[in-house]
């Protein structure tokens, strides 16, 4: 666990088992001919939602651990939750939002980079700076085929842009300047590391590490789960952008509300306690 509070990210050993990975690739398949085993109660800005209409892109699917039971019940594997708890020092882990993942095997698909940033970015409604994300495929996962990428030590900058991003060089999908600038203020050295994934094993990285990912040059589509997790400590938090106008997430929609009338991340239905096991009993695993 050193090693994550040094560089900000984990390898994991074998966590599932082949056929656990299988059921996970079949269930996808299903999902993605439009097969739900219960739907979104509303539909929230900005949720990533692949269509075959969408043609042959890179495909990201969010909240497949509300909507796909067989994916929701390996998510829940008990290892998985007691690994982040220990990776955040945490005595609760929940989800909070999971995204199913496709990589068409074309090697010019432009939408196959992914580009440097951090998880925390796009939460700023999230009062924790212990958030974690589990990054899951479904087989071995090389640097051929994208594999996530992390950069060292990154989680530890202090300095970083704003809360809302400046504008580069479009040519720049990768946004290269975003990570060396923040590189920059902080004086640091980018090392980055292409992450070889063997299957059934997953990584973990902090809410604050650079990570990203390249194009699938490999024969196969890439598949994975971005399992994103939250600490007993976290909840909503306004955040106001410099116009003024309130930043929400994507499930503030979604999720209940506390007493106060704020959304509320404790949600059995869509954040649901991963570790320890609710009721102490040990889920099915697809």
């Not at 009062?127 to 992390?150: K, N, Q, V, Y």
Request: proline share 7%; hydrophobic share 35%; net charge negative.
């Amino acid at each position: 666990m050193k090693l994550y509070a040094e560089r900000g990210w984990y390898l994991s050993e074998k966590l599932l088992t082949d056929e656990e990975t299988e059921a996970l690739t079949q269930a996808s398949e299903r999902f993605y001919t439009g097969q739900r085993d219960r739907a979104l109660p509303v539909r929230p800005d900005r949720l990533a939602d692949w269509t075959p209409a969408d043609g042959e892109v890179q495909r990201n699917s969010d909240y497949i651990h509300y909507q796909d039971e067989v994916i929701a019940r390996i998510l829940r594997k008990p290892i998985v939750g007691a690994v982040a708890a220990r990776l955040a020092k945490a005595s609760e882990i929940r989800v909070f939002q999971a995204t199913l993942i496709y990589k068409p095997p074309i090697v010019e698909e432009a939408s196959n980079i992914v580009s440097w940033h951090f998880d925390k970015f796009f939460w700023p409604t999230c009062s924790s700076d212990r958030m974690l994300t589990a990054f899951i495929p479904f087989h071995e996962c090389t640097e051929e085929s994208g594999t996530i990428e992390m950069v060292n030590g990154s989680h530890l900058w202090p300095k970083r842009h704003g809360a809302e991003r400046p504008a580069g060089d479009p040519a720049d999908r990768a946004r290269e300047y975003l990570l060396n600038g923040d590189a920059d203020r902080n004086g640091a050295v980018v090392e980055k590391v292409p992450v070889h994934i063997p299957r059934g094993h997953m990584t973990f990285h902090h809410c604050h590490l650079y990570h990203g990912s390249g194009l699938n040059r490999s024969a196969h589509p890439r598949r994975a789960v971005s399992l994103h997790l939250q600490d007993e400590t976290n909840e909503y938090r306004h955040h106001t952008l410099s116009t003024g106008r309130q930043q929400p997430y994507k499930h503030d929609s979604l999720v209940r509300t506390t007493a106060a009338g704020l959304p509320d991340y404790t949600d059995p239905e869509i954040c649901p306690v991963l570790w320890p096991v609710p009721g102490g009993a040990t889920p099915a695993t697809g």
